[in-house]
């Protein structure tokens, strides 16, 4: 018992160092190929270096995990104003910027200046009044954020009560939260962070109603930080997870600001009260879709440190017995173990190449908004809203399962697992809930499969709704074309075009019977976010083929990158086979010659998925997990963890003189 210390060894853990012997391509060619290039993995290393030379990034994690809330946000502040000064001092490009939030992990309290307060300046200010608002915010003269969402209303966008009524007298807005159900409830950063707010509130002028309008308001002196008058706000509350950021509630009562303080891009209101639009009308809606597509990648960076974990861990852990007569295996070698892991592998290097085409097309699409041109916008709207909800989903729900697949100590908060899933679970919600955003997704391919009948010719994501469904015949023919990539993409387009068509006829054929639309719409709104998830299944599986088809890289980092492409497509066949059967996209032979490959891809990924995880490249510090450290030292590194307990403190808690001492007195001294 003597030799048992916290110390960590300093050497890899041998059954980790082993796996990597036998990884059969290059890590660090793959890692380039993640971050982009050479070039950037080395800047990102010079940033992690930079970073975290500081003791104070180790000790963060203490307090993450046993430190109280305010304690937690305290220390959050901290950490970013550190990181904001870090930028200023290094003159950090916006690129640069990106790169540390992606290192420290996405729980500064100050998240949402940079995430949505800057972005909403950048996109719905003129630019006069960037120049005075983005400067000021950028140079962190003031700290904002977005509030958007009511107590009473957080989809429904037309039905946030909050208003912004025009006076020509002063020539002010003059700004209200008229009900309980009207007060600002959720902005993150808001309930103590933020000196500004950009309010989201529906304009009135002489009494008449024009829609949603972003305005600035100052909630806190500049001098003390106290809340201004006619401003309270507070913090909504401890959350599952995220609880560095103090979401809050904020209420408005006649407060008064400047006309320039309406962000008048996309609208204007004139001195004299005249009002006028620019744009098609949801360009005020511009901001979350950037974060729409920011959450795919926040989906791929999710579920790649889950399987990181996961896999490095089941590397060392060792369990029962396979062979009677060897040693007990690692749990790595379960098939079970890899049926619940390598899905979650396969998933964020699919997320990776999917947010990486679909950060493209956002960029091309902004880059023509921005030129006057919005003929991009409802494709990218959909595309962006369904491609979210699908990665949010699916990341989050592949994490909790990697989670479980380590067993009790997947159960600690040393483990990293459960803040993880906890911490991402909101993306599920934020920026539009999933199944409101599957579902505008659903209206807009219902409006481009009716174009397809009518003779349109399609382009974009939905082109292939222009297909004619009786030239299909299952590409695959044999077992060994189920290796084929593009045959297997075939058959999710198939399967999508499908399920796409038969809710089209069913909700037509209810319209025809003389359901009213909203009647029949809601009839099929089940069939209808089942299409849009078929679609989105589709487009990443697209994605991830030609993305693996397109790579310039030596021929043992396509060799695994395309196995684990096919893996990613056979799991999901076998998965939802149901839909596929029903579609008819493949029979019952091809389904059993598909659930077969899924599994001997088992075997196959087996031998590289410990290299697959390390070309992720995630610091320790990162990846904040004793059971998914680089060096595999996860006993040690959980036993190490109890030292930072403050349960551990005393050795005898001071709850023992105040109750169990006592207690114990009585009960032995007691007659029964
Ligand atoms: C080891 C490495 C580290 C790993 C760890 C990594 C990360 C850390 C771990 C975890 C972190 C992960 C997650 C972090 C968690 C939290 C995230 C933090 C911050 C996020 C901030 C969140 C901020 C917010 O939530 S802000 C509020 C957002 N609110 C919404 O999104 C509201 C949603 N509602 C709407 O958008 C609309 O109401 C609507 C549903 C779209 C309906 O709008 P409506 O006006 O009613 O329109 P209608 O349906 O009638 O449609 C009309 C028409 O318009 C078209 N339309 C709609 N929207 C748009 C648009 N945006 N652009 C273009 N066109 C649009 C629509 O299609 C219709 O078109 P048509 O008429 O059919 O042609
Ligand atoms: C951690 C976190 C951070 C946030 N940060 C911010 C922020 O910074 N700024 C901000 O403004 N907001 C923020 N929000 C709020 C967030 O944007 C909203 O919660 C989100 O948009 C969902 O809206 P809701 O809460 O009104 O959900 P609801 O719309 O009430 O959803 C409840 C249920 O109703 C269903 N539903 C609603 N409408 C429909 C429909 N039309 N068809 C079918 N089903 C429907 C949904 O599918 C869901 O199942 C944050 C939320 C969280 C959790």
């Known amino acids: 018992m003597s030799e048992i210390t916290s110390s960590i060894p300093l050497q890899i853990n041998p059954d980790l160092q082993e796996e990597r012997d036998k990884a059969s391509f290059n890590v660090t060619e793959l890692t380039h190929i993640i971050y982009g290039g050479i070039e950037k993995t080395k800047k990102r290393k010079r940033l992690e270096k930079l970073l975290f030379s500081d003791p104070f990034f180790q000790e963060y994690q203490n307090v993450r995990a046993f430190g109280s809330r305010s ?26 910027y990106e790169t540390v939030l992606d290192i420290c992990h996405d729980d500064l309290a100050l998240t949402l200046h940079h995430t949505m307060f800057i972005p909403a300046l950048e996109r719905l200010a003129t630019e006069d009044q960037k120049s005075k608002w983005l400067t000021l915010a950028k140079q962190y003269k003031i700290i904002g954020t977005y509030a958007q969402t009511e107590l009473g209303h957080g989809t429904y966008l037309q039905g946030l009560e909050t208003t912004a009524t025009y ?27 933020s000196n500004h707010a950009l309010v989201l509130a529906t304009l009135i002028i002489s009494g008449k109603k024009y829609g949603m309008h972003p305005f600035l308001v100052q909630l806190r002196s500049m001098d003390d930080h106290k809340v201004l008058p006619g401003v309270r706000v507070g913090d909504i509350g401890a959350k599952m997870g995220g609880n560095s950021v103090d979401n809050g509630y904020l209420i408005l009562d006649n407060v008064r600001i400047p006309r320039n303080n309406m962000l008048m891009k996309n609208a204007q209101v004139s001195p004299d009260g005249k009002f006028v639009t620019r744009g098609p009308s949801k360009a005020n809606y511009a901001t979350m879709m950037l974060i729409r597509v920011q ?33 007990e295996p690692k749990i790595l070698e379960y098939q079970t ?52 909800s699908f990665c949010s989903e699916h990341s989050v729900r592949q994490v909790e399962i990697i989670r479980q697949s380590c067993g009790g100590h997947g159960y600690l908060n040393a483990a990293g697992l459960g803040m993880l899933v906890n911490a991402a679970a909101p993306m599920i919600t934020v920026e539009g809930e999933n199944t409101v955003m599957y579902l505008q997704l659903a209206r807009y391919i219902l409006k481009r499969f009716a174009g397809a009948m009518s003779g349109q010719q399609l382009d974009g994501s939905t082109s292939y709704l222009s ?26 387009r198939y399967r999508s075009y499908m399920t796409v068509c038969r809710v089209a006829r069913q909700v037509q054929h209810d319209m025809e019977s003389d359901m009213p639309q909203h009647v029949a719409i809601n009839k099929n709104l089940v069939d209808l976010v089942r299409a849009a998830k078929a679609h989105s299944y589709y487009i990443v599986v697209k994605d991830f083929v ?33 839909d596929f059967l029903e579609s008819e996209a493949v029979g019952l032979h091809q389904l059993k010659w598909i659930k077969n490959l899924q599994v001997s891809l088992l075997g196959e990924i087996r031998p590289d998925a410990v290299a697959l995880v390390d070309a992720f490249d995630y610091h320790d510090i990162t990846l904040s997990s004793a059971l998914g450290c680089y060096d595999g030292n996860a006993y040690e590194r959980l036993f190490k963890s109890t030292e930072n307990d403050p349960m551990n403190k005393e050795e005898v808690h001071p709850s023992y003189y105040q109750y169990l001492k006592p207690f114990m007195e009585e009960m032995n001294k007691s007659k029964l």
């Open 167 to 193: 006076d020509p007298q002063t020539r002010e807005f003059v700004m209200n939260t008229p009900t309980l159900s009207a007060m600002k409830w959720w902005p993150g950063s808001l309930g103590k962070s």
């Open 71 to 96: 304690e937690y946000y305290a220390a959050s502040v901290k950490k970013s104003t550190k990181i904001f000064k870090l930028r200023r001092q290094h003159k950090w490009t916006d690129e640069e």
């Open 546 to 578: 030609e993305g693996v088809d397109a790579l310039v890289a030596s021929a043992p980092v396509i060799k695994v990158l395309r196995t684990l492409c096919c893996f990613y497509a056979a799991h999901g066949i076998a998965e939802y086979s149901g």
């Open 467 to 492: 297909m004619d469904p009786a030239t299909y015949v299952c590409p695959v023919m044999s077992e060994t074309d189920c290796r084929n990539l593009t045959a297997l993409c075939d058959i999710y």
């Open 337 to 388: 173990q890899q049926y619940k892991i390598f899905p979650g592998l396969a998933m964020s290097y699919a997320f990776l190449f999917a947010s990486r085409s679909l950060t493209r097309k956002y960029e091309e699409a902004f880059a023509e908004i921005q030129r006057g041109d919005f003929k991009s916008l409802p494709e990218l709207h959909c595309l962006s809203s369904g491609l979210k």
């Open 295 to 327: 959450i795919c990648t926040m989906a791929y960076q999710v579920v790649s440190s889950g399987a990181t974990i996961g896999i490095r861990y089941s590397a060392v852990r060792r369990q029962s017995k396979l062979d009677p007569q060897d040693r």
